[in-house]
């Protein structure tokens, strides 16, 4: 949760850092010279060679992702002429890449990290950092939408009064540059993010434009769960109210009231005792600004009488683990849990956006004011340009309240972007069918899935369950590894935190570790599904978040203070976005990212936005199938030590495959089959002999045969797809931590049919 102090945030770690075996390599790297390479090098040449070389298992993941680095840096400027600016159709018939950049943080160049440190101390970026070469730089990974986050205007420590805008108090502050979460003016931008604090708009619609000329899609957030404790916009639009400016604060609760307020009704509808603000007893870590002294830092917060906090407490005095940065927005939700605005009938769920916006229409006297008033801010941004929205914890406001606002939107915008942070999988299809949502977060099921596959915590075949489970909504749960809430990968406590259930050792917070481990699980994540791929701006270079900046901690990259990214300041380089100072592992790891989220999108592999089949189940033992699928293993046993059983197909705990297609219609006669396939092992190469089963292979339309596979991801040269009486077999070795993506094209007219089409032993014949 995005406004989390790290009381709450920090997570269980184990009490030794794991040791993988790839570690020594990434020292090793880092020592080293790097070479530049010739333009005319050739990746698929290359990888061939490695992969039918004698290296060790972890050496040979290492080179052939150097060898990926090599080609991608040497042929940059091929990328750039493949890759032009798309049209908004092009763009929208994609399957959506979104890169979250951390605005304030992506384009800082200082390396100070000092902790609690001021602007002056370690810098800032600002919204002219993200410039055209960022922006192509941002373009080649194969993103289509850019989610920047910590625009709206947030509250911070920092002197803008001479563009008339009030000091905030440090005892209602998170860390010095502020919670991104606790907006207090959403009619305008962190001024922190212009170089003139004055222009602060003009220069985020300068950044709109530039976004959208490289065919990229905007997208900002929205938190409607809460906003700051002194909420105060200095911009709003003529007619616009402020949060609260018309509420009765002398109620508990009242429909139109934008806030709900601590005061003893005993009778509903009657006045009673108020109660003042008391500012949370904090630890010593979390003093404001680290304890250093400042005119507004007393201990004291005017408030009277007090709003409930963010997350809901109703105690005048929140507890530290309270959101007590933040008040709760009143959405005519009564304090005892009831509905003061109209039921959505469940028959909506079936319903188009334009059918609840005439709903909602038919009841515009009837909805509460806060409705109205993020609707004003919704609209607002749209006219700027804005493409779509991120909703902070969605699940904790109404899904009625979506349906009106998203239906809204759509009536605006009918290809907005709306993605929704929901942890409760049985909210889903309520917050997707009744709310209106585009995408939801697939936190609880996949990700956490697999980050216990690569602790060595759980069976790959969770992974195929955790996919059943959303089959009808599968489209809209959007898949990451990382984000702002989520511990770095390459931070050793990322895997560390699921190994015991001891206190944090916060001594692996400030451990790195070789963030290539996780390449499988990218894979998977950003394959499985015809849903959005998100992925945190760092996390392609493999950024570990070691430094402890202050109110934030270790582990991850920290929003509440001032930082820079070392990682991504190196692949940065002053601002030339070349790698020109990045190691050879972060080079490596970036041109993993940029072919596979470019193969991802179904633009050259549109198989991808087809069809999904499971190969898990034909692949795995019945004993194993029976299982429970939980690798028992004690606190201290790394995920490297793991065994499972194989069957005798070689497919184990730590493998997993699965099919993807475009379906063979009357009108199609070239088709797409994929099959992806992943080794999770760090330290075990994988000879399979993959099935597919008799189903497939008929939904297919293939006769038996010998048909070549081509790899599009790693380039494994040796695969082929043979069919005998109906059942399809691959053999194919994986390295460590390797994937393949196989394609297999089928013809389906075989009058026009081609010699890819045919199996290799009818190609002979002719």
């Known amino acids: 949760m995005s406004f989390l102090s790290p009381i709450d945030s920090r997570v269980t770690q184990n009490q030794q850092a794991a040791k993988f075996p790839i570690m020594a390599l990434l020292s090793k790297a880092a020592k080293a010279p790097q070479r530049r390479h010739s333009r005319h090098s050739s990746l698929n040449l290359c990888l061939q060679s490695l992969f039918n070389a004698s290296l060790s298992s972890a050496a040979l993941l290492t080179t052939s992702l150097f060898c990926l680095s090599a080609n991608a840096n040497a042929s940059a400027q091929a990328l750039d002429n493949e890759l032009q600016p798309k049209s908004e159709s092009e763009v929208m018939k994609l399957k959506p890449v979104v890169y979250q950049i951390f605005t304030r943080i992506y384009g800082n160049k200082n390396p100070t990290n000092k902790p609690w440190g001021t602007i002056a101390d370690n810098g800032v970026g600002k919204f002219n ?78 950044l709109i434009a530039r976004t959208h000329q490289h065919g990229l899609k905007v997208i900002i957030d929205i938190v409607p769960n809460h906003v700051a404790r002194h909420y105060q916009s200095v911009s709003k639009p003529q007619g616009v109210r402020d949060f609260g400016e018309d509420d009765d604060t002398s109620l508990e609760y009242a429909k139109n009231n934008n806030f709900y307020y601590v005061v003893d009704n005993s009778v509903k509808g009657t006045k009673g005792q108020a109660h003042a603000f008391e500012v949370p007893s904090l630890p010593a870590e979390l003093k404001p600004l680290g304890g250093e002294a400042h005119p507004l830092s007393d201990g004291k917060f005017d408030e009277f009488p007090v709003k409930w906090t963010g997350n809901g407490s109703r105690l005048a005095k929140p507890d530290a683990n309270d959101w007590y940065e933040t008040v709760k927005i009143n959405y005519g939700v009564r304090p005892d849990g009831t509905y003061d605005f109209p039921s959505l009938p469940a028959k909506f769920a079936t319903f188009t956006e334009a059918q609840h916006y005439a709903f909602w229409q038919q009841h515009l006297a009837e909805i509460p004011s806060s409705w109205i008033k993020f609707n004003q801010i919704a609209q607002y941004w749209l006219a700027k340009g804005v493409d779509g929205f991120r909703y902070d914890m969605a699940e904790m406001v109404p899904v009625e309240f979506w349906s009106y606002l998203n239906s809204q939107i759509k009536h605006t915008n009918p290809d907005a972007f709306i993605l929704a942070e929901v942890y409760n999988p049985k909210l889903y299809r309520d917050y997707i069918q009744l709310g209106k949502m585009d995408y939801l977060y697939d936190k609880v099921d996949l990700y956490d899935t697999l980050k216990a596959v690569m602790a060595g915590k759980t069976s790959t075949a969770n992974i195929a369950e955790d996919q059943a489970k959303v089959h009808d909504i599968e489209s809209h749960m959007l898949h990451f590894l990382e984000n702002h809430d989520e511990q770095r990968i390459g931070n050793a406590a990322f895997l560390a935190s699921l190994q015991t259930n001891k206190p944090t050792n916060s001594s692996l917070e400030t451990q790195a570790v070789n963030p290539h481990y996780a390449l499988p699980a990218m894979v998977v994540s950003a394959t499985i599904g015809t849903s959005p791929t998100l992925v945190y701006f760092g996390q392609e270079v493999g950024e570990a978040a070691i430094d402890n900046p202050g109110f934030g901690h270790a582990s991850r990259t920290s929003i509440f203070d001032y930082v820079g990214v070392p990682a991504h300041q190196r692949w940065m380089n002053n601002g030339k976005f070349d790698g020109g100072q990045s190691t050879a592992l972060e080079t490596s790891l970036r041109a993993y990212y940029q072919k596979l989220l470019n193969l991802s999108t179904g633009q050259t592999a549109p198989a991808l936005l087809g069809q999904y089949y499971s190969l898990d189940a034909a692949n795995r033992s019945k004993k194993n199938a029976t299982q429970s699928h939980i690798i028992e293993s004690n606190s201290a046993q790394s995920m490297s030590t793991q065994k499972s059983t194989a069957n005798e197909t070689g497919y184990d705990d730590s493998t997993f495959a699965f099919a993807r297609f475009e379906v063979i219609s009357q009108t199609s006669k070239q088709t797409q089959k994929l099959i992806v396939v992943s080794n999770f092992s760090q330290t075990e190469s994988k000879a399979l002999q993959l099935k597919l089963p008799k189903e497939l292979i008929r939904q297919w339309q293939l006769k038996d045969g010998v048909y070549p596979l081509k790899d599009l991801l790693e380039d494994h040269q040796t695969s082929q797809l043979q069919l005998e009486q109906g059942e399809g077999k691959i053999a194919l070795t994986l390295a460590p931590l390797s994937s393949a993506i196989l394609s297999l094209t089928v013809v389906a007219d075989e009058r026009k049919s081609e010699s890819a089409s045919k199996p290799l032993n009818e190609q002979a014949a002719k």
């Open 129 to 206: 950092d993200i410039d055209d070469v960022a922006l192509n730089s941002i373009k080649d990974l194969g993103v289509t939408h850019v989610w920047y986050t910590g625009v709206p205007h947030h509250a911070l420590i920092g002197d803008y009064s001479e563009i008339g805008v009030s000091a905030d108090d440090p005892d209602v502050v998170k860390g010095r540059a502020g919670s991104p979460y606790a907006v207090k003016d959403y009619y305008n931008v962190n001024p922190d993010l212009a170089v003139n604090p004055a222009n602060r708009l003009a220069e985020f619609e300068a």
